[in-house]
Nanobody, 125 residues
Framework: QVQLVESGGGLVQAGGSLRLSCAAS?????????MGWFRQAPGKERDFVAA????????HYADSVKGRFTISRDNAKNTVYLQMNSLKPEDTAVYYC?????????????????WGQGTQVTVSS
């Protein structure tokens, strides 16, 4: 059974930082999977934030977070991270991590096979 468990969310003031983690278990060991972060603000659709390939050398970011967020992964720990700096109130959302067995990092939700339950990030002004 595949499980993705996010952690690290919370309340932070604008300009502050948070580091989200997503621990994966049960993923097929023989597959090279990509990981992504998405977010959903109240009353809005879920949006792509960042994605990373298996090796960690291939990353993609939404324009809204480029230069502020960094995605990384530690395959030995089956964990992906999202370092969020210079946070803005508009970054407030539930953040979800997802795993794609396709292996190529993508911003397409439909390419992701497994999802976590999400962690709340709230940025106060």
């Amino acid at each position: 059974q595949v499980q993705l468990v996010e952690s690290g969310g919370g309340l932070v003031q604008a300009g502050g930082s948070l580091r989200l983690s997503c621990a994966a278990s049960g993923l097929p060991p023989s597959r090279s999977y990509a990981m992504g972060w998405f977010r959903q603000a109240p009353g809005k659709e879920r949006d792509f934030v960042a994605a990373i390939g298996w090796s960690g050398g291939n990353t993609h970011y939404a324009d809204s977070v480029k230069g502020r967020f960094t995605i990384s992964r530690d395959n030995a720990k089956n964990t992906v991270y999202l370092q969020m700096n210079s946070l803005k109130p508009e970054d407030t959302a539930v953040y979800y991590c997802a795993a794609s067995l396709v292996g190529t990092p993508t911003n397409w939700e439909d390419e992701y096979d497994y999802w976590g339950q999400g962690t709340q990030v709230t940025v106060s002004s």
